[in-house]
């Protein structure tokens, strides 16, 4: 019997590894220029939230949203759903850069309207997704109509 079949390759062991630590690096980077960057999201074709970071989750103020599994359209009105659904489907139908404008809904109770800029992934299977606050000025737009 050989002697070898029991042994790991080592080579593999070691990308893996790679992998997870660059995976790692990657989210403390986002983690840490939260603040610049502002509320950034990863979402499937679904509209599942993949990734979101500590703007984001302050923002919507669920500490729950670290798990899989929330629907970003949760967060949305009846009408802002369909709008956001359209985004979404342009996104990956086009592949370019989309934006739309929703009021968002926190599980606190307060709302925030944001511009979603977003665009699919090479794959094609995820959309990088940044939240832009723009409550004051759809609340000048209002004062002034």
């Given at each position: 019997?050989?002697?070898?079949?029991?042994?790991?390759?080592?080579?593999?062991?070691?990308?893996?590894?790679?992998?997870?630590?660059?995976?790692?690096?990657?989210?403390?980077?986002?983690?840490?220029?939260s603040e610049v960057f502002g509320c950034y999201l990863i979402l499937n074709?679904?509209?599942?939230?993949?990734?979101?970071?500590?703007?984001?989750?302050?923002?919507?103020?669920?500490?729950?949203?670290r798990q899989h599994g929330w629907r970003l359209d949760c967060f949305l009105?009846?009408?802002?759903?369909?709008?956001?659904?359209?985004?979404?489907?342009?996104?990956?139908?086009?592949?370019?850069?989309?934006?739309?404008?929703?009021?968002?809904?926190?599980?606190?109770?307060?709302?925030?309207?944001?511009?979603?800029?977003?665009?699919?992934?090479?794959?094609?299977?995820?959309?990088?997704?940044?939240?832009?606050?723009?409550?004051?000025?759809?609340?000048?737009?209002?004062?002034?109509?």
């Amino acid at each position: 019997m050989n002697g070898d079949a029991s042994v790991p390759d080592s080579g593999v062991f070691l990308s893996q590894e790679k992998m997870h630590l660059s995976r790692v690096e990657l989210v403390e980077g986002l983690e840490k220029y939260s603040e610049v960057f502002g509320c950034y999201l990863i979402l499937n074709r679904a509209g599942v939230i993949q990734y979101i970071n500590l703007k984001g989750i302050d923002i919507l103020e669920s500490e729950s949203l670290r798990q899989h599994g929330w629907r970003l359209d949760c967060f949305l009105s009846k009408n802002d759903r369909v709008v956001f659904n359209e985004f979404l489907m342009r996104v990956f139908k086009n592949q370019t850069q989309e934006h739309c404008e929703v009021l968002l809904l926190s599980s606190g109770g307060s709302t925030l309207w944001v511009r979603m800029e977003g665009k699919a992934s090479k794959e094609g299977k995820a959309c990088h997704v940044v939240l832009i606050d723009i409550t004051d000025h759809k609340q000048m737009e209002v004062s002034l109509s």
